[in-house]
């Protein structure tokens, strides 16, 4: 399992579990929650989170981005004018060109506009982005944000921040069927389980938020995601059985007494 590195864009990781920064109390317990869970990337919203602001506390004072992957992303954004401001800006002032598109349709849902997400991915991957695109569950749009040129493909498992777990195992088959880019599970998981049948329907990982920073006890559900993770992925490499109608005995059939 040390040999089995997830990579986007070339870069590797130990870690397939990626946590938010959102939502947290504090960014000690912010930062303690991501300590605890391993991730090594942890998504940043460019327009919530402080990171220029000095007089006020500053992200990188409790996580430090030498050691922890930032992935700026457009959380709030509901265009693709504002996505690609908000990237561009980020990229100026840290930087970052891998980066997580999310271009969002209404403020109700949350659900990704996928129009204006499929453009910003073009636009974004031709000025050198490398893109990881927050975006439904639809195979056929799945492949179009691929042609694209996205670093990763990250459909929802269900509505951002309902932790209804994932609805349509279906579609997320099809799309790791098809698809050579890494397959992030993003939006919806509520508990550590979750994040175990994304490992073993074969996806690459996982981002997880609100699961872990609305939790009674957010450092141990950190720990939870951590190890559900990891056993999702020892699962799903080790081949499941056969799914069969009627039941076959775990004993010999020959020699009973």
């Known amino acids: ?146 042609d694209a040129g996205a670093s990763a493909i990250m459909p929802l498992a269900a509505p951002i921040g309902s932790g209804l777990g994932i609805l349509n195992k279906l579609n997320i088959s099809i799309i790791r069927k098809q698809t050579k880019l890494p397959l992030i599970i993003d939006a919806g998981l509520g508990q550590a389980s979750d994040a175990t049948i994304a490992m073993e329907l074969g996806c690459d990982g996982v981002l997880v938020n609100t699961a872990i920073a609305k939790a009674k006890k957010p450092f141990q559900m950190a720990e939870a995601f951590k190890n559900a993770v990891i056993a999702g992925r020892q699962s799903f490499l080790s081949g499941r059985i056969e799914k069969k109608l009627m039941a076959i005995p775990s004993s010999p059939t020959k020699g009973i007494i």
């Open 1 to 146: 399992m040390k040999q089995d590195k997830l990579i986007i864009s070339k870069k590797k990781f130990s870690s397939r579990l990626i946590v938010g920064t959102g939502k947290y109390k504090d960014m000690s317990e912010c930062a303690r929650a991501i300590k605890i869970s391993g991730a090594e990337i942890v998504t940043v919203a460019v327009r919530r989170v402080n990171i220029t602001d000095k007089k006020k506390p500053l992200l990188m004072d409790y996580i430090d981005p030498k050691k922890i992957t930032y992935l700026p992303n457009t959380a709030g954004c509901f265009n693709s004018r504002e996505a690609l401001r908000t990237l561009r800006l980020a990229r100026e002032i840290g930087g970052w060109e891998l980066v997580k598109l999310e271009v969002l349709g209404d403020k109700k849902n949350l659900f990704p506009e996928m129009i204006e997400t499929l453009k910003s991915t073009e636009t974004l991957t031709k000025e050198g982005f490398k893109v990881m695109v927050y975006c439904n569950d639809d195979p056929l749009m799945a492949k179009r944000l691929e």
